[in-house]
């Protein structure tokens, strides 16, 4: 039997960059096969020349033992071959049903296509509303949008970049059911991933890339993660290591049984949100995103304004009527979800995008800016913090996601915040940059500030958290000691099944008691 | 009584050449293009309509001649900025000042000659009605069509497959890209239609509206629809709406000054253009709302990757 795709010799340079150099795998009907590398290892450029979103300087591609010439993802799809995108392909205005059936052949029927999303996505517990706008979805809808939608066509080949970020623990034992199922059925499938326990638990192969050329294959069943990771960063995985730690006696954020409606008809509303975070600790935000996280986040950072001053005190001093800035002004400082367009301008220059929130640091003086300075700290903040970008003149949008994300922790670090909220740190971020991430965060916590990480990745919360507290539908849990809980419990607390919600803040000294 | 209905069938004759040149542009911009050329088109579209017209060919073929200038105009623009990828603007305002240059010179030799206009149809038992066949029945041929067109426009958006895909692309044209669009082919057509739009809209007040050729004849109809579009969040109902607002206006300032209001008629005259743009930006006020019908990529010239 021909393989279901092969690969020979694949090449493909950019300006500086040989993002892919001779790769070669083979695909086998049925087939989980891992895409293992760090960020700019070439993993989504070979996606993006298997789909057809870019074609290859050199090599081959067999489908199903044929040569496919230069080819679309028009062609693509005919082929049977679908692909998730990291960022997604989705239309924000449009509705589920409408963003399904622009890339389903034939004519529109949106009721009748509408039915079959809902059919499909109950199938492979992958729930979403086909009526709503992606504009009012979560980043994890959205995703789950983009796999109802490959699955629709019924893919040969279905290629998932990253796909378990964003799903709850028990979500993703679903989706692996799921994979598996369709493997079963005779769907091949290329994982890209980060998590090797999900690789080992789920693939059957692995190819892994490392500078763009193959540096391994493995049997993920049959190896470690540390041989795995070895292959994948060339060297051992940084360990990130969490110290014990003095606490503020009063904390340095509070917020005060918070209620707050959504802006949007179809965002969620806060409901009587209480926390405390003290200094020298890292507190987690868990949950399936869409539950409140971007809200509570948007009140916090002072995107929002809350009804009332006190409902949010930071080192006891009512800010909630403070804009961003001026909260910013008072040490608070924010990393929003989405780097670009939130976090950076995409066409800016780093030195430019440390302007927008450290022109604090005496980079503005009578109006006008000291562009020396502004380079100088975003010179810093590139080799402090390990950055691979060539120097403060390169264009946000040209960073990878680690790259950037690392560039803008950076920046807000070293603005010293006295609380600093981290909205998914490490949100596509490879395992090497996540490390560092982490550890800055905590090293961070450990220096004094108090620190707030918003993930939907357990596995990282429990790394670096001292405390979690758990969204569902709007409303927080009561707090829980990271050494006194687990990923199950979590999971539960998540999907509304665990237990009330928090009914009574736990005061200061229960806190101190905790940690 | 009179009056008001006299006023009523006026004002929808006034709003035609806008809702062809509005609605086209509506579905240009929708595409996520920002043809500023309208002016231009219009202007096109009217000498070529009287143009063909003297030349003894029959009205259909002049209109017809119109539209294809419309077109024709509009493809110079594509060329430009969807296979050169020059600045959008640029283009639109070349457009606009090359249309006035081309229609004058077209237009030397016509003098003022008056056209005969197309006459109003008259549809057995309904036109003979008392007030309502006067306000809905005696119109050209023209006027029905604007609203067929408004009624395809509006199907097509939000109703076909093809109309889904123009949104898309109009939205983010690399998602629409990476999904297997072909987003320049697509861009090319809506920008045609545009153009064919707008020479319509120049042809209506060529051959019905004013009806002879003076330079310039569009005073500024080009950008109040573009205009339109924009205070109209790319709705077509209330691009319709504005249309007929204008319309109004500028038939209420002409009554104005046939009783000799002391006001200036400079003032009068300026009404339709401030009052449109007045109520428009007032319902056009919620920002939500603006950004759903909001054709994120507009202006930005779409380079495909890879």
Known sequence: ?515 | MDLFVSMFAATIIAATPLIFAALGELVVEKSGVLNLGIEGMMLIGAAFGIWVHFAGFPMILAVGAAVVGGALASLMFGVLALTFMTNQYAAGLALAIFGAGVSAFIGRGFGTTPVEAIQPLHIPGLSDIPILGEMFFQFDPLVYLSFVLFAAVSWFLYRTKAGLALRAIGESPDSAHAIGYQVIRIRYLAVMFGGAMAGLGGAYLSLVYTPLWVENMTAGRGWIALALVVFAAWRPRRVIFGAWLFGGMTILQLQGQAIGLTVPTEVLSALPYVATIVVLVLISRNREAMALDFPTSLAQPFRPKG
């Not at chain 1, 003095?246 to 954020?253: F, N």
């Not at chain 1, 949010?312 to 990393?335: K, T």
């Not at chain 1, 300075?373 to 946000?396: E, L, Q």
């Open chain 1, 1 to 515: 039997m021909n393989p279901r795709l092969e690969l020979r010799g694949i090449s493909k340079s950019y300006p500086g960059v040989l993002a892919n150099d001779e790769i070669s795998l083979t695909v086998q009907p049925g087939e989980i096969h891992a895409i293992l590398g760090e960020n700019g290892a070439g993993k989504s450029t070979l996606m993006k020349i298997i789909y057809g979103a870019t074609h290859a300087d050199a090599g081959e591609i067999l489908c199903d033992g044929v040569a496919v010439p230069e080819h679309g993802p028009a062609v693509s799809r005919e082929l049977g071959i679908e692909m998730v995108y990291q960022h997604f392909a989705l239309f924000e205005s449009l509705t589920v049903a409408e963003n399904v059936s622009l890339s389903m052949p034939g004519n529109m029927d949106l009721k009748a296509l509408a039915a079959r999303i809902r059919d499909v996505s109950e199938k492979y517990g992958l729930p979403i509303d086909p009526d709503r706008r992606v504009l009012s979805l979560s980043v994890g809808e959205r995703q789950r949008v983009e796999i109802v939608r490959c699955l629709l066509r019924n893919p040969k080949l279905l290629i998932l970049d990253e796909p378990t970020s964003v799903l709850t623990p028990q979500a993703v034992h679903k989706l692996f059911e799921t994979l598996r199922t369709l493997a079963q059925e005779g769907c091949s499938i290329l994982y890209i991933s980060h998590k090797l326990d999900e690789v080992r638990a789920l693939c059957h192969s692995a190819t892994v890339l490392r500078g763009g050329r193959v540096t391994g294959v493995a049997d993920p069943r049959k190896s470690t993660s540390a041989e795995l990771a070895r292959m994948m960063v060339g060297n051992d995985l940084p360990e990130v290591i969490l110290t014990k730690t003095e606490l503020s006696h009063a904390p340095m954020l509070s917020v005060n049984n918070l209620s707050m409606a959504s802006e949007s008809v179809v965002g969620t509303s806060l409901k009587s949100v209480s926390l405390e975070v003290h200094g020298g600790e890292i507190v987690g935000l868990a949950g399936v995103s869409g539950n409140g996280q971007s809200e509570l986040a948007a009140a916090i950072s002072g995107e929002r304004i809350t009804n009332a001053a006190e409902d949010i005190l930071l080192e006891g001093r009512p800010i909630g009527h403070l804009d961003a800035g001026r909260r910013r002004d008072l040490g608070l400082g924010f990393v929003p979800e989405e780097r670009l367009g939130r976090g950076a301008v995409p066409p800016h220059e780093l030195s430019e995008n440390a302007l927008l929130t450290a022109h604090r640091q005496g980079m503005v003086k009578r109006g006008m800016v000291n562009r020396k300075r502004a380079r100088a700290f975003a010179r810093d903040v590139i080799d402090k913090y390990s950055v691979k970008a060539n120097g403060p003149d390169a264009k946000a949008h040209g960073l990878s996601g680690g790259n950037l994300q690392k560039y803008i922790m950076g920046r807000e670090i070293e603005m010293a915040p006295r609380v600093l909220l981290v909205s998914q740190p490490t949100w596509g971020v490879d395992v090497g940059a996540s490390a560092y991430i982490r550890q800055t965060l905590i090293d961070l916590s450990r220096s004094g500030a108090a620190v707030i990480v918003i993930s939907e990745e357990l596995e990282e919360l429990f790394e670096i958290c001292d405390r979690l507290y758990v969204f569902c539908h709007g409303a927080l849990s009561h707090s829980l000691d990271r050494n006194a809980t687990n990923v199950e419990e979590i999971g539960l607390l998540m999907s509304g099944t665990g237990g009330a919600a928090q009914t009574a803040v736990p005061s200061a000294d229960e806190v101190r008691h905790v940690v």
